[in-house]
């Protein structure tokens, strides 16, 4: 199922992403990082003293300018007092001052010597000396002065020592020196803007990761998920990078997978057994129809609309109906379909469902196109097209029976393929019921009777065949006897004794009256003995 | 005034201005509207003005910024952070009253963009304020906690104020997460890059933001086309198998285009100010099924005003939701649907066949009452559209409010206990597929009161006299048929038809002649005694063919006078049925002579020996008789043109079939054609009287139950289309009559076993009355042949008693054995014949 192709085109997307929106942040970074430093107003470097006397040398220096001006204040000064104690008149130093100020040149610094004078009170005094550049900027034609400023701060112990000739001489020492700003550091300077770099991309990394949440709220909320809408909103943009998410679909239904697939649709992957064929849609549109076995690829939002079992269906089912005499009955009927071999047959299948009442347990809600089939068209058929045309008698004939199976699977074949894409292989029909058992016994025992009579009548009839002839025989010899006497009678009268001659013309006078009335047949030349048979006796 | 009348003041001047310009681009840009653009235009103004009429409350000493160096950098360490955080902020919020006012006005329009851009202004003027507290209080300028303070302030007090007073309360958490990142990516820029940082950092952070929202937006929702938004996997496909990318599918086509509204959505559901959000399947079932509408994915208040809304619906392909505000309805179809201000999901519609069921009870025209059982799918009108590949279930919009709202009912349940005479009322929306049951029953019960209750399962009409009535059972003969019987100067074929004119009706007859392949001339009888003439005059002239008719009738209609008339069973083929399908010049007839000779040359017979028994036109089809044999020789299937090419040209025949190959519903179709419409003859024509389709229709509606399925379901379905619903299909199971009346249909049917037993013996009796006379004829014969071969024996030398004694011999009676013949009684008859024959002659 791993697929390394899927995966390398997946991963070469994202990094192609990835590297695109970080260079696109660096280069926003570092442009306004680069005009940054460009632009940047280097700050002013304080020299602070460290000691009195050798080391008292304290000074400024402006890298991109020219320190101007040094005062010394007690106190640090505010910016907006900075510009009136630098154009501020020198008063008299009474404690501590600068001397011997040496002025600078641009990036050169300016240098002073820092003294402690033996006026100056013993006891600690905050010193802090303020140096101060010439920036200005031009408004309207005007030169506005905006100096940098940069300080030393640090703290004068002074102490004043009584000497032997009874003065005091001073001595001063200089604690907690503290510059404004140490000056460069180069590891610094180099860190500094690739911190900035980075940094400056930090913005950009927030607001995409704020977006996609937000995105991904949406979908998760929406389609009711638990998660997985980031997920999803990568998937949308780079595609899968293997199978997953995916649904196995057997059986007709979805035997496992992935939650949200179910709910929210593809991007997912599709195990697709052979015995079940699926419909899909999407964004409110029956979109394709796939027969497995496969593994196709649901479409973003492409969701499974239905699975249609394509394994043979049986069913038997009981069709209650009325006879065309009225009459209940039950006749069970099984019918063996399956869907149709095209897709125009798997999308009537799909679309041929009836909803019926919700109150119904969920089976039975849906009337899908096997229900169809059978609750609907077999039913439907069975009971309105084939049964109401009989009589009860003629649905015991076996027959008729192989008839009705006939119709039914003609019927069923032509309107299930119609209107639900199935195709109907076989069907058979079962037992016929009655309703009650009392109309069945009664069936059972008419069935008997008949049987009964008919093969009374029949050895009847077999009897008398033979009865028959024989009492034929005997009729008709009476018939002949009589009539020749009858004739034998009229020619002897009053005579004792009867000739022969008249017995034997009797006896052809018989054969003539019986051959005309009965309309028997006597050949010419038997006829034309008798009567010359007959003259002679005559002549005697 | 002096404030601004400096580098700095100015600079913030220029970019007020500008940002003012900005938002009548943005109000261009993205709305394309002289509206939006004067709109964002003057809220922006306003706003600026408002912060630096704000910075002038301030003198130059309080906000110097005559000293600030503006460059791309940071401030300068000289200019205290009260003063750079001051200026800082009214630079961002003059541009950031834009953005809101853009922002606003997506939500709001106008009023939006008010609400928005004055907020923020407020919002900058608090940090203004605050920012300033450590300065002007406790003198220090260079505190940082004042803007802190205020940020904070802003992002919680503030929000919650503005979400109280505009959302409802909602939305705090997502407007302090906006207002934080926003913050946040100032600082961020700021500090790594200073001014130069808010402008290529900050303000690109903000475009990304509101660019990815959209575009992860739009990719988030099944909106129209979606496959076709470009993506990095579909512009870079790599050989995979995708939906090719269109640019212009990016952008919205207008302020309701899905696109813009699904970024709407993003920021709403965010903010908890979203419109209900649905995503509905196939929502109604047991559990569900006393709900109206399905419950929302995700809830939300429509009545929320501002920066509120929409709503989102997806509807699977099977069912659409129709939405109100109270107002007017809206028919949101299969797919996604945005909702708006005040709209409301009113209900869903699903757009599948709904089957409806109920058990009915009618009264038949007898007065009788009946319970069927029917069952009524239907649907949404849709004009019998199917659904197909590509699109969703058909529907029509109009269709869909009448059915949901126009002629919706509102059921009543209403009882009273009648202990304590307290009424229970429950008022319920019928919903619509559940119409069907209102307004079927009557149409049902209307139908069925046209039939009888013998007539809801017989195929043909029921006469007056009821058939399944009391048990009658047929006596042998009546009266008439017994004279019949007797009569020996009628012949059997005067019988047979007077027994038919008796006992059968036209259409029994018709049927009969149509089994009988009778020819066309036959069924065009009308009346019973025309009918039965034809037939029995057409049948008695060809050898068999008139038992053969007696049989059948004895087989359909059983009766022992028929039994006893024609016992024998039948050795005769009736003639095979073939549909002929001709063409003709004419499509409305053909000539006679030419389709005779046609078939005859067809199956190679006589044209005499071919029955035209009926014919359908348009498409010209024949139904013809022709004998079994001449059937059986050639396959239907080789088609032999006449050799008089005249004939070819007014008729030829393009495909046969055997009648019994034909579908059930093909051979009722001819059935009725021949039995209901023959053809006539016109002059040498032969003209068929009826479409073939009309005949396929007319011969369905012969069984009553599919009948009165059918009537139902039309009239129902012309009922229910003002109501905007299609009734498809339809029908009726079962109809169930009362237990009285199936006792007495089994009474009868057992009535007439008794009855089959009875003529069964009635014909073996015949039948061995019959064999008796042909036995003696038989025997008669023998025993004349027999002793006109003794007499012809004797002929020349007769010897006169020997001849005597052997014909007394052929008749059974044998001299005694001590009789002693002499000469001298030659010419004198034995005494033992002597006495024989006077025993016989008394």
Known sequence: MFNLGKYLRYNVRVLITFFGVAGLLFIASLAAVSIYAVHYNQRIIPICPTGLDGNNLTGAVDPDGKVVDAVITGQPLPPDALATALTAPEEAVTSVTLQDMNPAAVGEPLTARFYVLETTTAGAHSVTITFANNDTLTFRGREVSIPQTAQCTFKVQVTKVPQIDGTFSTVATLHNIQPSYLGFDMDRVVQQPILNVAVGMLPGIVVIVTALLLCANLVNAFFGLDGGGWQFLTHRMFGRPGFSPYLIIGGGKIVMGNESVKKRGGPAGIVLRQDSAIVLESGGALTRVIRGPGFPQLQPFEKIWDIIDLRPQWWPFKVSAVTRDGIPITYEVAVKFQVGPTDDDLF???????????????????????????????????????????????????????????DLFEMLKVSAAQNLGVEIMEVT??????????????????????????????ADERVQEIKLIERAQGQVRQEMLDSAVKTLNAMAKRRKNVSVDYVLLSFIDMIEHTAATQRLFIPEDSLAKLEKLKTELGSH | MSTLITQAGLTLLIEAGSACVLAVILGYLLWKSHNAALTLGATTLVCNVFLLVLALIFDSTQLPFGALDLRLTKFADNVSVYLATTYLILEIAVWTTALASALGYFFDKGMGAGILAFAFTFAAMVCLVVNGLPFFFYGNPNAIWGLVAAVVMVGTGGIWMFSSAILRGKGVAFLTLLWFVYILTCWLGYQVAGRAGLLLISLPAQFILWGLLYYFAILSLPIQDYAKIPTLYNLLPFGDTVERPVWRKLFPSGEKDPRVLTLRSVLTLAMGTNYPFYVIDDWKTRETMDKDTPDPHVPGNPYNQFFAGPGIILTNCERLAVTTDGLKFRVCPPGLSFTQKFEQLYTDVDLRPQLRTKTINAETKDGISVSIFTFIPNRVWADGRKPVLGGSYPFDEEAVIKAVYNHAVMDHKFERDPENQLVTEEVKRRPWPELVLTMGPPILKDVVARYTCNELHMMVPDPDKSKYGLPQKEQPFDRGEIDLLSRTDLPLEAKLQQFMVRHHDADDLKTLAFDLSADFSVLAGETESELARALVEATAKKRGALNHLARQIQQRWPSTYIAQLFPRPSTYTPPAKVEVTVTAEDSSRVHFDALKATLAAQFDIPAAHIAIIGATKQA???????????????????????????????????????????????????????????????????????????????????????????????????????????????????????????????????????????????????????????????????????????????????????????????????????????????????????????????
Not at chain 2, 746 to 769: V, Y
């Open chain 1, 348 to 406: 009537k299948a799909a679309t041929c469902k009836w909803i019926r009442d919700a109150w119904r347990s969920e089976p039975d809600r849906l009337m899908d196109w096997p229900k169809r089939v059978i609750i609907g068209d077999t039913e439907g058929t069975m009971r309105n097209r084939i049964l109401a045309k009989y009589n009860l008698d003629k649905l015991l004939d076996v027959q008729v029976r192989q008839q009705i199976r006939q």
């Open chain 1, 429 to 458: 029909l079962q037992d016929v019921t009655f309703q009650g058992q009392v109309l069945e016994e009664w069936a059972k025992t008419w069935k008997m009777q008949r049987d009964l009579e008919v093969a009374k009548i029949e």
């Open chain 2, 620 to 842: 010209l089809r024949f139904l013809v008789g022709v004998p079994v044999d001449a059937v059986n020789e050639r396959p239907l299937s080789e088609i032999q043109p006449p050799a008089d090419v005249t004939v070819q040209q007014q008729c030829s025949i393009a495909s046969l079939a055997a009648f019994d190959e034909l579908s059930n519903e093909a051979q009722n179709a001819w059935q009725y054609a021949c039995c209901s419409a023959p053809p006539t003859r016109d002059g040498e024509f032969i003209q068929p009287q009826i479409t073939w389709e009309e005949a396929l229709i007319a011969a369905r509606k012969r069984n009553p139950r599919l009948e009165i399925a059918r009537t139902f379901a039309d009239r129902l379905k012309k009922e229910m289309q003002p109501l905007g619903i299609e009734v498809i299909g339809g029908g009726i199971s079962d109809i169930k009559v009362p237990d009285e009346i199936v006792t007495q249909r089994l009474k009868n049917w057992s009535a007439e076993r008794d009855r089959d037993i009875e003529i069964a013996i009635a014909e073996a009796k015949a039948r061995i009355a019959l064999r008796e006379q042909e036995v003696l004829g038989e025997v008669r014969l023998e025993m004349l042949t027999r002793l006109v071969q003794i007499l012809q024996e004797a002929e020349g030398t007769v010897d006169k008693q020997i001849l005597a004694v052997k014909l007394f011999e052929a008749m059974g009676i044998h001299s005694p054995p001590e009789t002693q013949k002499t000469d001298s009684d030659a010419g004198v008859l034995p005494p033992y014949m002597l006495s024989i024959l006077k025993t016989l002659g008394h």
